[in-house]
């Protein structure tokens, strides 16, 4: 079994910046695509940004420019650059992965527990 842990999470006036890290630990094979949603209250999860092992990126439309995402698989990790940000932006954020444990097993999709992101106007 995989996990995830999220971190980066806090308070920030708009117009400001933060940064996001998720860390895979425990038994892991190999890691493919790894990506952040939010949840806003009320509202559906929804993507956020994704990127494949081979680094190829996707960003939901409204995050475009202002988000970064970056993996180092040297770290397990992945990362979310939040720039520009919006009370629109206030929700809470997952990391997922999609984590292979083992060599002759399937991969199946992780969730990190949540970081709260409030953008204050």
């Known amino acids: 079994q995989a996990q995830l842990v999220e971190s980066g999470g806090g308070l920030v006036q708009a117009g400001g910046s933060l940064r996001l890290s998720c860390a895979a630990s425990g038994i892991i094979f190999s890691i493919n695509a790894m990506g952040w949603y939010r949840q806003a209250p009320g509202k559906q999860r929804e993507l956020v940004a994704a990127i494949t092992s081979g680094g190829s990126t996707n960003y939901a439309d409204s995050m475009a420019g202002r988000f970064t995402i970056s993996r180092d698989d040297a770290k397990n990790t992945v990362y979310l650059q939040m720039s520009s940000l919006k009370p629109e932006d206030t929700a809470v954020y997952y990391c997922?992965?999609?984590?292979?444990?083992?060599?002759?097993?399937?991969?199946?999709?992780?969730w990190g527990q949540g970081t709260q992101v409030t953008v204050s106007s």
């Open positions: 997922n992965a999609r984590i292979r444990s083992s060599s002759w097993m399937g991969e199946r999709d992780y």
